[in-house]
């Protein structure tokens, strides 16, 4: 098949369904795209008369998908007989227009599964030393991060490797429009909790849906993600709200309570417009931070920022975030400051400056240092004003 998409055809529908069809007996379906990618990006995705089976964004030109495997990003599975649908996200297309080739081979034989070289394992870094509170322990981890599965460049158990050697505990993982990733994350042998997560990706912003939940449409409006979460036992977060063209322009009837506010791409922290965003969606938003890591060299490590949250166990880390027991610090090793009762805890953070709510300061003094603490979001602070832990 061979086409032509406009500027006007973008703004009229950005997203394409090219119809094709799959006859009975078929053992695999293979799609190709190809286009000029110095012009435009057409985005890549499918579904099935059952429903749902992939997305990969432009992240690739080609996938297959078989009855007991897929390209990562798409759901393995009987190919039905029936018409199907390759996905097309008009993303960037120039004034001139862009031209494309899809080629859609089916197979009665399926192709045998590509194989992945399982990552060695290392050793984790010792953990801090932070008293309990009521039972509850704190947890370090990243509540956003990406694999082959959408447009990272790590495997399910590469990645994990990597943030376990960070020192962290969990780890949200977070691949764009698909949950082709879920059924792995139990499967790696880490000795680190991997968390069922959706990036669900649009134009006009991003927000990560938490849990077990199954698929979050992203072609409806995004009040239907908050319900499809809420339905389902999941959390839902905006993710890098001031974050360039990636940043949040979504109408919502009813504004989620928690945030990424601490996004890698928040470099230069003196820069105070991400907590004034925070301090104008709600009163009482809950703060995550994520490294949005897709590959080395790119974004942040994981754990960069890092993620407290207060927990029974790793398991229970979304009950955490849900009760608002969160903190979010530079990384694993970095000053941290977190709320212990009435009072919050600030470690290695001789030098720096406490703020409270109300404006107030005050020079920490000493490496493991007990405060009074008060109601709402405090955080620490160089002499120049960049943050360096937040705790609520």
């Not at 120039?94 to 034989?109: C, F, K, S």
């Not at 495997?155 to 990597?162: D, G, N, Q, S, V």
């Not at 922290?269 to 590959?295: C, E, N, T, Y």
Request: aromatic letters at 8%; proline letters at 8%; glycine letters at 12%.
């Amino acid at each position: 098949m061979r086409g032509h998409w406009t500027l006007d055809d973008r703004l009229e529908r950005i997203l394409r369904e090219v119809p094709f069809e799959v006859p009975a007996g078929t053992a695999s379906v293979h799609v190709k795209l190809s286009y000029d990618r110095s012009q435009g990006v057409l985005d890549l995705g499918c579904d099935a008369p059952d429903g749902y089976r992939g997305w990969s964004g432009g992240a690739r030109d080609e996938y297959t998908i078989t009855r007991d495997w897929a390209t990562p990003g798409y759901l393995p599975g009987e190919p039905e007989a029936g018409t199907w649908h390759v996905w097309l996200r008009l993303h960037r297309i120039p004034p001139q227009g862009l031209d494309y080739t899809l080629e859609i081979t089916t197979e009665r034989v399926a192709p045998p599964e590509p194989v992945a070289e399982e990552p060695p394992h290392g050793e984790r870094p010792p953990r801090r030393d932070i008293p309990a509170v009521d039972g509850l322990r704190w947890y370090a981890g990243d509540f956003h991060a990406h694999t082959l599965h959408s447009d990272g460049s790590l495997t399910i158990p590469e990645l994990a490797e990597l943030a376990h050697g960070r020192g962290l505990d969990f780890l949200a993982v977070t691949d764009h429009n698909t949950v082709s990733h879920h059924p792995w994350l139990a499967k790696t042998g880490r000795d680190i909790t991997l968390i069922p997560g959706q990036e669900v990706t649009t134009d006009r912003g991003h927000a990560n849906v938490f849990g077990d939940v199954g698929w979050v449409d992203f072609r409806k409006a995004p009040d239907s993600w908050l319900a499809h979460a809420e339905r389902a036992g999941g959390l839902m977060s905006i993710n890098h709200p001031l974050g360039g063209d990636c940043a949040w322009l979504q109408p919502l009837e009813r504004r989620p309570p928690i945030a990424e506010v601490w996004h890698s791409g928040w470099w230069d922290r003196r820069w105070g417009a991400p907590l004034a965003w925070a301090d104008a969606w709600r009163d009482d938003l809950i703060v995550i931070g994520g490294s949005d890591f897709h590959k080395h060299g790119n974004d942040g490590l994981p754990g960069a920022p890092t993620t407290w949250v207060l927990a029974e166990d790793t398991g229970a880390v979304l009950d955490g975030v849900r009760a608002g027991r969160t903190a979010v610090s530079a990384g694993p090793d970095a000053p941290l400051l977190l709320r212990l009762g009435d009072e919050l805890l600030a470690l290695d953070a001789d030098g720096l400056v406490l703020v409270r709510p109300d404006g107030t300061r005050q020079v920490v003094r000493g490496d493991r240092v007990l405060l009074p603490a008060t109601g709402g979001r405090h955080r620490l602070e160089t002499y120049e004003n960049e943050v360096i832990a937040l705790c609520a």
